[in-house]
Structures are given as C-alpha cells and as structure tokens.
C-alpha cells in the first residue's frame, strides 16, 4: 500500500510543470487576418476624410457626425414633438443615391417608394441607421462610409467596390402596424 501512495505521489509531483503556450498551427492566416485589419482600417480613415472633405464643400447644411461613422444633415426637420420609430414601426421612405461629388447614382424615380418595419427586415445597413432618426416628413442628407452600404462588393452595376455614398432620404408617413 505505502508503495502505491509513493507511487502516485512521484506522479503527481513530476507531472506539475509550467504550461507552454502553443503557437499558431496556421501562421499564414494570422499574418493574412492582420494585414487585413490593416487595410481595413487605412481604407476607413481615408472614406472619413472624403466624407468630411464633401461635407465642408456643402455649404448649405450643416452636418454631424454620428457614433457609427456617418455625417448626416436635416433638410426638413419635423416638430420636436413627433417621436422618433421604434422597433416594429412600418415607415415609408424614398431616397435616391450619389456618390461624394453630388452626382446622381440611382435617383428616387427608379428606386421608388419603400415600406420598411423597423429593425425587423433586411434592408441596406446605412438605412436602417438613416431611418432610425428620423421622423416622418423629414428629409436629410447622409454621407455614409463603404462598410454601411456595398462594401467591398460594390453592387454589381453602378456603385463600385468600397464606394462612399451620399443617400437623400425622405421619410413619409409611419404606416398602419
């Protein structure tokens, strides 16, 4: 019995050794995954300069920039009784879409009129963030950065790849739930 216990003993005593750190089974991948955060993040603070860039040559708003990374301004404010929508809200809008120089990508004409319930349908993230703070019969410009609208694909047809985007949206009425 005693030769046991000693037994178990030594084992345990010459198991405990320091834990070596492992090293990445895939040194390729971290190096690519890095030198994309890199780009990444070069490609933001250049559309943050375009984006401020068109702002300052629009003299006739006044834009703020959001949390997310957006510069938006009010054209028609609504009254500051009006509540903004909330999840679940049907709202129509119509928008139509520019590149940084003001010309026209899509206009409101062929994109139309869009019914949209808050925060429950797919839609392009820069209008779901643009309708978010807006009231009804308000119209604003936002100058949204390429990961808020076709990113690095583009759309396939007009808008090209890691394109910054002037959006005018008009929101209308909330619908009927």
């Given at each position: ?7 178990v003993f030594l084992i345990c005593l010459l198991s405990c ?161």
């Amino acid at each position: 019995m005693r030769i046991i216990g000693l037994f178990v003993f030594l084992i345990c005593l010459l198991s405990c050794k320091q834990i070596e750190p492992r090293e990445p089974l895939n040194q390729k991948k971290t190096i690519f995954l890095n030198s994309s955060a890199l780009r990444n993040k070069q490609l933001l603070i250049q559309q943050e300069r375009l984006l401020m860039e068109s702002a300052s040559k629009d003299s006739l708003l006044n834009f703020e920039k959001s949390e997310a990374g957006y510069l938006f301004a009010y054209k028609q404010r609504a009254s500051l009784e009006i509540p903004y929508p909330k999840k679940g809200d049907k709202v129509r809008f119509q928008y139509q879409i520019e590149d940084l120089q003001k010309n026209i990508i899509y206009d409101k004409k062929n994109l139309g009129f869009v019914n949209y319930a808050i925060d429950e349908e797919e839609i392009l993230p820069a209008l779901r963030k643009a309708l978010r703070i807006m009231k009804p019969n308000e119209v604003a410009v936002f100058l949204f950065p390429s990961y808020l609208c076709y990113s690095y694909q583009g759309d396939g047809d007009k808008i090209g790849i890691n394109q910054p985007l002037r959006f005018t949206i008009e929101r209308l009425q909330t619908l009927n739930k």
